[in-house]
């Protein structure tokens, strides 16, 4: 989308940092040809409330230096809504992309960001048709617009490249089709150490390799609760894109 953009219009890409690990943040941006960010806030971690607090400070000073035409969000995170706020509250149009995704669970975080995001942009890209009924249902239909989806769009780029760009499978020492391939970030999932627990041991009791790159967040968890993972769980570090898609495309169907 970005290569797009830039064939037409002057793109400032502002990173926020809520990702900050290296294969999170700087090796995404190198393995999809993305520009480097022209901005980068160094938010770093904290609770949704203070991340995104501190998110739409420096965003607001930056937005009013820079004073665009436009800005485009992307999906449901932390970024998404801090910057959806804030171009609104300075009376900037919004575009969001990846808009009218619902998992109809409020007690997720990303679930309010969605619908936040969608009920404040002036302008709303829809990846599927269930995506444009949600928004329709919400009586967003004439913002409402299908796009057809970007992560596809990255999916069809690359997925040819991962046989001569990613030494993955071979540096891990594992077989095609001999392994699974787990993450497991969602708050719901790891901010709860017996619920994380529960799942590593029901995890563990598999008969099969899984390979598991684990998220900061839930390495965090893990460590502080003491919780080990089976001898049939291979815990790595989190992957760039090509790596992660070249572990996708190996992992037992």
Excluded: C, W
Aim: no cysteine; glycine share 6%.
């Amino acid at each position: 989308m970005s290569k797009e953009i830039r064939k037409q219009h002057d793109e400032i890409i502002i990173h926020t940092g809520q990702h900050f690990d290296k294969e999170m943040s700087d090796q995404i941006f190198y393995d999809l040809k993305i520009p480097k960010p022209d901005y980068n806030l160094k938010i770093n971690g904290g609770a949704h409330g203070e991340q995104t607090g501190r998110m739409m400070i420096k965003l607001e000073k930056l937005v009013q230096n820079i004073k665009p035409d436009a800005m485009i969000v992307f999906g449901d995170t932390n970024s998404t809504i801090a910057g959806t706020i804030i171009g609104a509250k300075l009376h900037i149009p919004i575009i969001h992309v990846e808009a009218g995704l619902r998992s109809f669970n409020r007690s997720m975080p990303e679930e309010i960001n969605r619908i936040i995001a969608d009920h404040t942009s002036d302008l709303l890209f829809s990846p599927t048709m269930t995506a444009v009924n949600n928004l329709v249902n919400e009586g967003l239909k004439d913002k409402t617009f299908l796009t057809g989806d970007i992560m596809v769009d990255a999916l069809s780029e690359n997925v040819e490249k991962i046989n001569n760009d990613s030494s993955i499978i071979n540096r891990l020492s594992i077989k095609n089709n001999k392994y699974f391939l787990l993450t497991l970030h969602r708050p719901y999932n790891v901010d709860d150490p017996s619920r994380l627990n529960l799942i590593i041991k029901k995890l563990g009791i598999i008969n099969t390799s899984i390979i598991f790159p684990i998220h900061p967040r839930t390495e965090k968890v893990l460590t502080n609760n003491n919780i080990k993972v089976g001898k049939n769980i291979l815990l790595i570090k989190p992957q760039g894109y090509l790596d992660f898609l070249a572990l996708i495309n190996s992992a037992e169907k």
